[in-house]
T-cell receptor, first 114, second 115 residues
């Protein structure tokens, strides 16, 4: 059975801390891995990772994929209260009857305290 | 450019009632998806469409039907609502998956309660 597992499920840190969120997967017909940030409403796109070992960065956020060990991490440095959200990891499937379908993990709820 | 919009934002139904959720996108995207999000379950794919006039089942399709009569619209129907369908429903769209890879853009969600 295809699955995406995120850890931890929730995390509380203080402003300025650095956090690492984990995502492991067992998915057939892997095409890419995506990270989304979900605050009150719609998930908003952060990164798409397709190749191992290539770090993607956007400001204080960065992410990397390991296709051999089947996991990805999302790092947030110098956290701010605005980083408080649920972070979703999803794996895109293509082929075998799937067409860009995303399999989501349950998310990591990050709370950043002032 | 409104992106992905969903109608309605909230709805309360009685068991056995029917309703249709509308998703619209103005980005000329080929692929559209309907997900449901439940506490502790993450997002799960209900149905999806790879183009106008096509639909396919996702992970949790039972109790739902969909139609894609126009490229920009993707409708999700509940013929006879059940309390187990209480959830937040998200629509998403993407340009396509052949060749280049594109992220999915999500709508703001519809909170549905079935009593």
């Amino acid at each position: 059975e295809d699955k995406v597992v995120q850890s931890p499920l929730s995390l509380v840190v203080h402003e300025g801390d650095t956090v690492t969120l984990n995502c492991s997967y067992e998915v057939t017909n892997f095409r890419s891995l995506l990270w989304y940030k979900q605050e009150k409403k719609a998930p908003t796109f952060l990164f798409m990772l397709t190749s191992s070992g290539i770090e993607k960065k956007s400001g204080r956020l960065s992410s990397i994929l390991d296709k051999k060990e089947l996991f990805s991490i999302l790092n947030i440095t110098a956290t701010q209260t605005g980083d408080s959200a649920v972070y979703l990891c999803a794996v895109e499937q293509v082929g075998g009857g799937s067409q860009g379908n995303l399999i989501f993990g349950k998310g990591t709820k990050l709370s950043v305290k002032p | 450019n409104a992106g992905v919009t969903q109608t309605p934002k909230f709805r309360v139904l009685k068991t056995g009632q029917s309703m249709t959720l509308l998703c619209a996108q103005d980005m000329n995207h080929e692929y559209m998806y309907w997900y449901r999000q439940d506490p502790g379950m993450g997002l799960r794919l209900i149905h999806y469409s790879v183009g106008e006039g096509t639909t396919a089942k996702g992970e949790v399709p039972d109790g739902y039907n969909v139609s894609r009569l126009k490229k920009q619209n993707f409708l999700l129907g509940l013929e006879s609502a059940a309390p187990s369908q209480t959830s937040v429903y998200f629509c998403a769209s993407t340009r396509g998956t052949s060749g280049n890879r594109y992220e999915q853009y999500f709508g703001p969600g519809t909170r549905l309660t079935v009593t």
